[in-house]
């Protein structure tokens, strides 16, 4: 039997692997932005979106984004097609050594890139926030936290590649739930370090470099029982690492465009006050069902895809990716209707205390607004993009991402004037939906049709079913609570009340439609009760 699955399964028992697999990301996803949520209401209590707060998270932004560059992003895309190979076709031994090479190269080149950002944070600096010149006392402190967190860009990408090679073997749990360590660092160190500094703001940044060392060291018990803990290897020549490397190379642009246009949007951001922070709690509540449903699904199907690839059964890989296309969708657009219409009360209930005032609530709902437009497109890139890469495809990407990338500093230099930093969210928006359109062209070209006629009719059903959801969700956003102070409680039952009512209903008209994908995972619901009460 094969390390990464069962060739022998059929696709409805793949898509079960798949759907399972994203429950447990999604639920370990859930439970992490909690606790992310927890952790940016302490920040706003206590920073608000004053000085220390644009310069902490100008800073933060820098690490995080070369993170999605050489980590999260290119790192998984590029190494997991190649490891899953190894996996398929040759022996456990081989797929050791290729992680172990994969581990060494990647650490000597990290330690690299931090000392080079390290040495070189004043010019970053003036690079991605210009705006920040004007003052000097923000430059200089958005600087320092920079040189503290840039090791922090070693400790994920490490974590990143433990977490590309249990995925692999279709390890899900520990890599998923790692992040919520992460949450639990910066949290303490706001709570108990913070104190401490003369400067509050740099404990929380010490914060970020502890929650990323401690994601890498939470997979090492994964790692040892799959019999693939990391060793030393210092074969940086090795066939599969270069393999590696020569998709990674492209994939550095291609799978991160986003991340891309949003450093775009920062820099330009710093020309407005509080708009870095607005643009950053705005994207937060964006990642929230992003993370839980479109990360984690992109997460669990490639994978599958990679074996599919790896083993020419493009017709299966076909179908995986038009169910994967039709689920994420379903559950993408409902939540994306909600932020829309429910973006100042979720705001005003998270985010408005403290220094965080009303005025900070409506310019951070602007920031959701933006982004909410192409939520879908943020999703379906990223399920896309996993096919490309499970094909070891990563130049289309590259070229169709200079593309998406040119619109949105062209739409951003547009919009930026009347719209502010809402104009900046708006342009990434617009770019995700460009990349996602051109890069749907490409790959019906390279693979055939996939399921366009069953896509249309799923993606009718949930326009349809949106309906309840806009008519509650309108109901709940014109209570004039959200303006007043105090209430919280009966402000979150409010809300709580309204999600739930527009839940029930877009379940329901599915329900009377028929739908595939809640037959589906009705099906899967009721089979693990069965599992568990047998």
């Known amino acids: 039997m094969p390390l990464n699955g069962d060739s022998s399964a ?55 984004l070369l993170r999605e ?63 920040f010149s004007d003052n000097p006392e923000r430059e200089a402190l958005t600087t320092m936290l920079t040189r503290i967190m840039f090791p922090y860009l070693l400790c994920i990408g490490l974590a990143a590649l433990a977490m590309g090679v249990l995925n692999s073997v279709r390890s899900f749990a520990a890599p998923a739930f790692s992040p919520v360590l992460f949450n639990i660092a910066i949290i303490a160190s706001a709570f108990l370090l913070a104190p401490l500094f003369a400067e509050p703001i740099l404990a929380v940044a010490f914060g970020v470099v502890v929650g990323g060392f401690a994601q890498f060291l939470s997979q090492m018990p994964a790692l ?86 790896a083993k020419g059964e493009l017709d299966a890989l076909r179908g995986t990716l038009g169910f994967g296309l039709r689920l994420i969708f379903f559950i993408i657009v409902p939540a994306m209707v909600g932020l829309i219409l429910l973006r100042v009360p979720i ?4 985010f408005e205390h403290g220094r965080f005032t009303a005025a900070d609530t409506q310019g951070t709902a602007a920031a959701v607004l933006a982004y909410a437009v192409g939520l879908w497109a943020f999703a379906g890139v990223r399920i896309v993009v996993s096919a490309f890469y499970s094909l070891q495809d990563t130049r289309t990407p590259v070229l ?43 790959l019906a070209r390279r693979l055939g049709a996939f399921g366009w006629e069953a896509i249309l009719r799923s993606h009718a059903r949930v326009v349809l079913a949106s309906a309840p959801i806009v008519v509650t969700c309108l109901w709940i956003a014109g209570l004039g609570v959200w303006t007043q102070p105090e209430a919280w409680v009966a402000k979150t ?19 009377l439609l028929g739908s595939d994908e ?9 089979r693990k009760i069965t599992q568990t009460t047998s």
Request: some cysteine; proline content about 4%.
């Open 493 to 511: 039952v409010m809300l709580i009340v309204g999600m739930g009512i527009s839940v029930a209903s877009y379940v329901t008209v599915h329900a």
């Open 347 to 350: 705001v005003h209930l998270f």
């Open 224 to 309: 040892r029982r799959a019999e693939l803990l990391f060793g030393w290897r210092f074969d940086f020549a090795h066939e599969g690492v270069r393999r590696i490397g020569w998709l990674m190379a492209p994939a550095l642009i291609g799978l991160s465009v986003t991340q891309i246009n949003i450093l775009v949007s920062t820099i330009l951001a710093s020309y407005f006050p509080g708009g870095p922070t607005y643009l950053f709690y705005g994207m937060r509540l964006i990642h929230f069902p992003l993370g839980i449903f479109g990360v984690a699904l992109a997460t669990a199907l490639l994978p599958s895809l990679s074996t599919q690839a």
């Open 400 to 442: 169709v991402a200079a593309v998406a990338l040119a619109a949105n500093i062209a739409l951003s230099l547009l919009l930026m004037g009347s719209l502010r930093h809402a104009g900046l969210a708006l342009a990434t928006a617009l770019s995700a939906i460009l990349n996602m359109a051109v890069l749907l062209v490409f």
């Open 10 to 64: 059929s696709p409805h028992q793949e898509r079960v692997q798949v759907v399972e697999a994203a429950g447990v990301i999604g639920l370990a996803t859930l439970l992490s932005r909690i606790l992310g949520f927890a952790r940016d209401m302490v920040l706003a209590r206590l920073f608000g979106a004053g000085l220390a707060a644009d310069a902490f998270f100008v800073a933060y932004r820098i690490p995080n």
């Open 518 to 526: 809640l037959d589906f995972l009705w099906g899967l619901v009721r």
């Open 69 to 131: 560059l050489f980590a999260e992003g290119s790192m998984s895309a590029a190494f997991i097609p190649v490891f899953s190979e190894y996996l398929t076709k040759r022996t456990k031994r081989d797929a050791w050594e290729l992680a172990s090479a994969a581990f060494t190269t990647l650490l000597t080149v990290l330690t690299g890139v931090c000392l080079l950002g390290i040495l070189a944070a004043p010019w970053i600096v003036k690079l991605i926030a210009p705006g």
